[in-house]
């Protein structure tokens, strides 16, 4: 039972890991565009802001398991397989990112205007304000918005395994539901809950580090 539990986390780490990184990559873009190109950011654009705000809302209303399915082509195309680890990273990242995006667009909001007037008024140009004035400020609720959505991403994890991507929601379903095997299934939950725990309060004691710091 120990082998795979353990196996079973690695492979919910690889898929949750790899898709969150992905995500991050993907969503923080996403959010400094829909906050720029607001009627009150540094760079108006009333179409780009529409899109954009469009496209992710579309995303977010699909639920995780008819998303999954539904981009199956997709995943079988970038990654060559729609079954296993690899193949659930797919549709995490593409669930996570505009979730992410969400989040961290609220914390980019929360910056105080005065100080992006400041810049601006010293002359700084939109790349500076963004990475000197808008990202510094923001970073402590980025990384709580992070942290919620990596959370999300391991409760989706366990779904995608259910449905054949590995991890501790395969070994659940196989072990636990379809084999009427009580132990496993208490032994999984057991671990989802160490490691959620363990991700919660690890992005708590970061952002409140970073925090400490701009004071």
Same mark, same amino acid.
């Given at each position: 039972?120990?082998?795979?539990?353990?196996?079973?986390?690695?492979?919910?780490?690889?898929?949750?890991?790899?898709?969150?990184?992905?995500?991050?990559?993907?969503?923080?873009?996403?959010?400094?565009?829909?906050?720029?190109?607001?009627?009150?950011?540094?760079?108006?654009?009333?179409?780009?802001?529409?899109?954009?705000?469009?496209?992710?809302? @579309?995303?977010?209303?699909?639920?995780?398991?008819?998303?999954?399915?539904?981009?199956?082509?997709?995943?079988?195309?970038?990654?060559?397989?729609?079954? +296993?680890?690899?193949?659930?990273?797919?549709?995490?990242?593409?669930?996570?990112?505009?979730?992410?995006?969400?989040?961290?667009?609220?914390?980019?909001?929360?910056?105080?205007?005065?100080?992006?007037?400041?810049?601006?008024?010293?002359?700084?140009?939109?790349?500076?304000?963004?990475?000197?004035?808008?990202?510094?400020?923001?970073?402590?609720?980025?990384?709580? +918005?992070?942290?919620?959505?990596?959370?999300?991403? @391991?409760?989706?994890?366990? @779904?995608? +395994?259910?449905?054949?991507?590995?991890?501790?929601?395969?070994?659940?379903?196989?072990? +636990?539901?379809?084999?009427?095997?009580?132990?496993?299934?208490?032994?999984? @939950?057991?671990?989802?809950?160490?490691?959620?725990?363990?991700?919660?309060?690890?992005?708590?004691?970061?952002?409140?580090?970073?925090?400490?710091?701009?004071?």
């Amino acid at each position: 039972m120990l082998e795979l539990l353990l196996t079973g986390l690695i492979d919910t780490l690889i898929m949750v890991g790899v898709s969150a990184i992905l995500a991050f990559l993907l969503g923080l873009p996403i959010a400094l565009v829909l906050v720029n190109s607001s009627e009150q950011g540094i760079a108006p654009s009333f179409l780009t802001n529409l899109s954009l705000g469009w496209s992710v809302n @579309i995303v977010r209303a699909i639920p995780f398991l008819i998303l999954m399915v539904a981009i199956i082509p997709a995943t079988r195309m970038i990654v060559g397989t729609s079954y +296993g680890v690899w193949a659930a990273v797919v549709p995490l990242t593409l669930a996570a990112t505009p979730f992410f995006a969400r989040i961290a667009e609220v914390s980019l909001r929360e910056v105080d205007p005065g100080l992006i007037e400041a810049a601006q008024a010293i002359g700084c140009n939109r790349t500076q304000i963004i990475r000197y004035v808008l990202l510094p400020e923001a970073l402590p609720g980025i990384i709580a +918005g992070f942290t919620v959505t990596i959370v999300t991403m @391991i409760n989706s994890s366990a @779904i995608a +395994g259910a449905i054949g991507a590995g991890g501790l929601g395969d070994i659940a379903y196989r072990y +636990g539901y379809q084999r009427f095997d009580v132990q496993m299934m208490v032994s999984v @939950i057991v671990v989802l809950v160490a490691l959620v725990m363990l991700v919660q309060a690890t992005g708590d004691s970061l952002a409140q580090w970073v925090d400490k710091r701009q004071l």
